[in-house]
T-cell receptor
Framework: GEDVEQSLFLSVREGDSSVINCTYTDSSSTYLYWYKQEPGAGLQLLTYIFSNMDMKQDQRLTVLLNKKDKHLSLRIADTQTGDSAIYFCAERADNNDMRFGAGTRLTVKP | GAVVSQHPSRVICKSGTSVKIECRSLDFQATTMFWYRQFPKKSLMLMATSNEGSKATYEQGVEKDKFLINHASLTLSTLTVTSAHPEDSSFYIC??????????????FGPGTRLTVL
């Protein structure tokens, strides 16, 4: 079956940029998403990108989509300690099924 | 943005008892609600999809008689874990998809319910 893959851990220093990567395998995905999960909480939608776009920027967040390689990334500029969380990438297929990666735990060190 | 609530946020129960978890869309109507289970260091596992007024669709490997889902209205879905066992201990998260649909028809997630079965 198709899987969404992410590395499990990322550690950065406060003020640096964080880049979280994701690969997916379903070329029919229409939308791709980034969600943030803080400890003990549900998932919060951070941003999304339509599959015909290459890039989307929203304040400190930049999403890059390489559809040919099925690669999605989330860049967080000037990372703060409050950005420490688990970040999930997700894809939505034509049939509206949603698939999630395992999540990347971002740790921001002061 | 759209708000989804879950109740309770935490529940501890004895083995063999049943537990009901509620998922509500507070400011929108949800035609479809989803129930996920989250294991430590693993992704969300979709358990079932429920559409208002019809029977839930369960994913392969999920026992429908153990995890009873009722989507009685456009704003409420419930998950009942029947005859709970310690292996059912987990973090259960619901999500809801709006009738109107967001820009990407995305799902809005509840804060989750931590179930501990002793």
């Amino acid at each position: 079956g198709e899987d969404v893959e992410q590395s499990l851990f990322l550690s950065v220093r406060e003020g640096d940029s964080s880049v979280i990567n994701c690969t997916y395998t379903d070329s029919s995905s229409t939308y791709l998403y980034w969600y943030k999960q803080e400890p003990g909480a549900g998932l919060q939608l951070l941003t999304y990108i339509f599959s015909n776009m290459d890039m989307k920027q929203d304040q400190r967040l930049t999403v890059l989509l390489n559809k040919k390689d099925k690669h999605l990334s989330l860049r967080i500029a000037d990372t703060q300690t409050g950005d420490s969380a688990i970040y999930f990438c997700a894809e939505r297929a034509d049939n509206n099924d949603m698939r999630f990666g395992a999540g990347t735990r971002l740790t921001v060190k002061p | 943005g759209a708000v989804v609530s879950q109740h309770p946020s935490r529940v501890i129960c004895k083995s063999g008892t049943s537990v009901k978890i509620e998922c509500r869309s507070l400011d929108f109507q949800a035609t479809t609600m989803f129930w996920y289970r989250q294991f430590p260091k693993k992704s969300l596992m979709l358990m079932a999809t429920s559409n208002e007024g019809s029977k839930a669709t369960y994913e392969q490997g999920v026992e429908k008689d153990k995890f009873l889902i009722n989507h009685a209205s456009l704003t409420l879905s419930t998950l009942t874990v029947t005859s709970a066992h310690p292996e059912d201990s987990s973090f259960y998260i619901c999500s809801a998809r709006s009738l109107a649909g967001g820009p990407g028809n995305e799902q809005f997630f509840g804060p989750g319910t931590r179930l501990t079965v002793l």
